[in-house]
């Protein structure tokens, strides 16, 4: 058993570079093992020469904001999480009547919003997100509380002109409703896609980006890969969510953003593309999306 968990703990090593250089769209490195110095350089080996570094919280995302204003290679989006705003609202308010936990949760969600907020204008700060809606871990009692949030950095999005990255977990109708309901930013990125082919036929409409991580290169997802094929290559992103979601065949080890090449070779022998070609896309919908 020691032995097999050595192996999970191991990085995986590095791909051969990509002759076309790409962005990581979606990665967190704050939660990665190394320096984000030691993590840039080594993407930037093997041709990922670009990352988007997201905010799920407050602290979060002031750190990602403070490490693009370091590195010209780094943009930021800031936000919080689907899951955080309900864990901010309802927050540990013990002893409270109902009255007082709604108004001190209300308090305490716009004091972080505000702070989100004003992160967003800094020129470093490319995106908000990645807000959205997750049904996974959060029950009924939050729905109503990730909504809210949702629209409001909808908001915050348009007014600032920067893109919104969308998190869409076992929530896909919701989220459209609510983009809808709305009115999208002119830039919306679905982050780590997961819907179908029929909800990436509706994305396109749209003219949403969507962004494909490691699951694409999943022997079980299909689905996934059909997804993939029914988007327009113009709309196309990669990213790895680093340290989560690592690629096949290194799934259960560390992500990293220096892992792109993977699933960009996988990407481009479902779409029967040369990898330069998919390549080639991709840095310039990333750059699109992103605004840089």
Sequence with gaps: MAAKDDARSTPPPLPEPLAVAVADSHTHLDMQSGTPAEGLAKAASVGVTTVVQVGCDVPGSRWAAELAGRYEQVHAAVALHP??????????????????????????????????????????????????????????????IQKESFRRHIEMAKRHGKALVIHDRDAHEDVIAVLLAEGAPERTVFHCYSGDAEMAKTCAEHGWYLSFAGPVTFKANQPLRDALLATPPDRILVETDAPFLTPHPYRGRPNAPYLIPVTVRSMAATLGLHEDELSTAIAANTARAFGY
């Design 83 to 144: 899951n955080e705003a309900p864990r901010i609202f309802l927050g540990d308010a013990d002893g409270w009547s109902g009255q007082q936990r709604k108004a001190g949760g209300a308090a305490a969600l716009d004091e972080a919003l505000a702070e989100i907020d004003r992160l967003a204008a800094l020129p470093q700060v490319v995106a908000v997100g990645e807000t959205g809606l997750d049904y996974f871990r959060t029950g009924p009692e939050g729905v109503e």
